[in-house]
């Protein structure tokens, strides 16, 4: 069962930064694309930023300057560093990745992880 789990969210001060991480496991032949989402209370999911097979990587013009998207392909880990947060930013985080099985691809979402920008 493949399965994908986010960490590192939590309350912070506006101007704060925090270290998301999601790591898929599971029966996994390869990883296509990972990416981060965010949901703030009564709006759609958005993309945050995504890495496409080796590492192009694309962000949000919200997050522009301010978040960067790693990906660490040995160990299935994607990380989202997130400086000079706001409080716009408070979201719940998912994870979502387009993994290879033997027999199939599929895409995968985490549960998320709160974010919180508040003083």
């Known amino acids: 069962q493949v399965q994908l789990l986010e960490s590192g969210g939590g309350l912070v001060q506006p101007g704060g930064s925090l270290r998301l991480s999601c790591v898929a496991s599971?029966?996994?032949?390869?990883?296509?694309?990972m990416a981060w989402y965010r949901q703030a209370p009564g709006k759609q999911r958005e993309l945050v930023a995504s890495?496409?097979?080796?590492?192009?990587?694309t962000y949000a013009d919200s997050a522009k300057g301010r978040f960067t998207f790693t990906r660490d392909v040995a160990k299935n880990r994607a990380n989202l560093e997130m400086n000079n947060l706001k409080p716009e930013d408070t979201a719940v985080y998912f994870c979502?990745?387009?993994?290879?099985?033997?027999?199939?691809?599929?895409?995968?979402w985490g549960p998320g992880t709160q974010v919180t920008v508040s003083s």
């Open positions: 979502n990745s387009e993994i290879r099985q033997l027999g199939s691809t599929q895409i995968y």
């Open positions: 599971g029966p996994i032949l390869s990883i296509n694309t």
């Open positions: 890495i496409i097979g080796g590492g192009r990587t």
